[in-house]
């Protein structure tokens, strides 16, 4: 049995000194987190001055590089809920906790596939994807279905938001005053700036981001003493990448083949791919920008390890110690002054699932507050929300776009004006904002949060699928298929546990609710979902034939060849930069193939980097 001394002991500067682990920010910290914020908020409000149009505010004016694009994908893709889920399940479950963001991992390659399939149908949402190939009704379900995607996105951030505060500043910091105090802020250059001021700021933001991601591990393994000591303080189990329970090898399995299905349907997506100059930069941007995320997965996942060994060794308070005991793995003792700590508190001592999650998740901001110097600390801070307000500003304006464009110009007000679409879309971004604080009342869990997130955009991302892949596939199927998901996915997942007090009789509501058991969940819904689908489009009237061949044309025509779609008299919803890149244009198929199979291995040699991770110091 290894004991957690759970003593007194601290840093500060590379200093050894007492505290009780609950001693608020250092007056450096703040002031770089003030001045970081502030210089956040002014770069983007300073966009809106190149803002001329929707199109501008929605799409940037299609017209960034593949550098900006990268930090784009890696702002909008990478959140304090990533590393707080993330570290948090290495503390609890080992290095098999890196599969909360590595599900992504063998998604990735298709990312370079995809990507081009966005640029080139000139769209400013994917709701204008299934306007175009079912029907409007199906446009205005995504829509619907989007907006509850990104109020769950930015619940989710600004509960994670919350989660850090609490850590960092040793819960000086309530949970409110957290999320009211970031939403002010990109709230205030969304609603000015748009996608321009969000790309903008990410591509600092991002930078930061891989930093402050990978400091914390040199700081930890400096202050327990290295690779070997964390083998020797942390049990052997935890170097696995897989676990008997949550992220089981079956979970990984299934929930890869999640990430893909989802991925394309994710309301922002539509933006992350098709901002760049042509195709090659949405690519580039779209695969590798992620590719990063996945490195500073492996920092998150050590900074797990790191936080365990911590404990263990008594180098954490004993309250810090306490709050997160619910969450240690087997095996691990605690000591006198911890058990009488957490004596003190119920759910803890219970080892509740509430408390494990909770547990788990004060990992991350605990590892900012306990092992950076002060101004560092405010930086890692600082970075990560300004990271949150990349990725909540990219939602916004999504989130916007998939009003105005999908509701309001469509159903509201048909003869709108793009300056008027403009002014409704600044302030439609609004509601997501609303709904996201709501639901981060609700949540009290990050890892609830990003099951929901990597399991509802499957519900339209299979439609997408196999409507891009088969012709035959018809609007009726796609209507079927969804009727039978998306009732399985409710009442097996979050809705059932919700209803389940209220009819106990039916065992079965709520079943697959908990995070751990999102694979099952999946495999639930998308499987019968998948059959109706195939079933329902082979026995109902397909599309006429001569809108599937404009639809296919559209997304088939590189960037560069537009004149193929005005002799076929198709008009773009938003066509953006028209000169092509050469590679693009003289080796497509090279580009395509090649570019896959090299981020293939690009996937691979990322997980045998990972393995050998765990290696060293063996």
Known sequence: ????????????????????????????????????????????????????????????????????????????????????GVTGSALQRGMSGIWWTFC??????????????????????????????????????????????????????????????????????????????????????????????TIVTESIQGVLIVVMSLLLVPYGLMRIGGFGALHDLVPAAQFSLHAPVETTWQFVIIMSLVAIIGIVAQPHIMEVCSAGKTEF???????YGNFVKR????????????????????????????????????????????????????????????????????????????????????????????????????????????????????????????????????FAGLIIVVLGILFA?????????????????????????????????????????????????LLLGKGGSLLQPYFPEFAWLGKYSAAKYSHLLAVSYLAPGFIVLVLGSLLTKPKAKEVLDRFYLLISTPVGQEEKLTEAGIEPVYVGNTEPHPWEAKRSRLVHWGGFIVALLFALAILGMTWVLGMIGR
């Open 441 to 489: 009342i609700v949540s009290k869990s990050v890892i609830e949060g990003l099951s929901v997130f990597l399991l509802l955009p499957t519900l339209t991302g299979i439609l997408m699928w196999i409507g891009v892949t088969w012709k035959r596939t018809t609007t009726a199927g796609a209507w079927l298929s969804f009727i039978v998901m998306a009732p399985i996915f």
């Open 1 to 84: 049995m290894v004991q957690a001394c759970g003593g007194r002991e601290s840093k500060h500067a590379g200093a050894v000194t007492e505290t009780q682990g609950a001693d608020g920010m250092h007056p450096l910290d703040l002031a770089v987190v003030v001045v970081y914020l502030v210089g956040m908020a002014v770069l983007g409000i300073w966009q809106s001055a190149k803002i001329r149009s929707a199109g501008d505010y929605f799409a940037g004016g299609r017209k960034f590089s593949k550098f900006m694009m990268a930090m784009h994908a890696l702002g909008t893709g990478t959140h304090a809920d990533d590393p707080v």
């Open 104 to 197: 992504y991992l063998f998604a990735t390659p298709i990312y370079w596939i995809v990507a081009p399939l966005f640029r080139r149908s000139r769209y400013l949402t994917t709701a204008d994807f299934f306007e175009e190939r079912f029907s409007s009704g199906l446009g205005v379900l995504y829509t619907i279905l989007g907006m509850i995607t990104f109020s769950v996105s930015t619940g989710m951030m600004l509960r994670a938001t919350a989660v850090i505060a609490d850590g960092v500043t040793g819960g000086a910091v309530p949970d409110w005053m957290a999320i009211a105090g970031m939403t002010a802020v990109f709230v205030a250059y969304s609603f000015f700036g748009g996608l321009m001021a």
């Open 281 to 287: 930069e949405g690519r580039v941007g779209f695969t």
């Open 295 to 426: 490195f500073c997965a492996m920092g998150w996942t050590l900074t797990g390890l790191i936080v365990l060994a911590l404990a263990m060794s008594g180098k954490l308070s004993v309250q810090d110690t306490a709050r997160m005991s619910a969450a240690f793995p087997k095996g691990v003792t605690l000591s006198a002054d911890v058990q009488q700590a957490v004596a003190t508190m119920p759910d803890v001592a219970a080892k509740t699932d509430l408390a494990q999650r909770q547990g788990r998740e004060l990992a991350f901001p605990t590892a900012i507050r306990v092992l950076l110097p002060p101004g560092a600390t405010g930086l890692m801070f600082a970075a990560i929300l300004a990271a949150q307000m990349s990725t909540l500003s990219a939602l916004m304006v999504a989130g916007s776009a998939l009003f105005t464009r999908n509701i309001y110009k469509r159903y509201l007000c048909k003869s709108a004006s793009d300056k008027q679409v403009l002014k409704i879309g600044r």
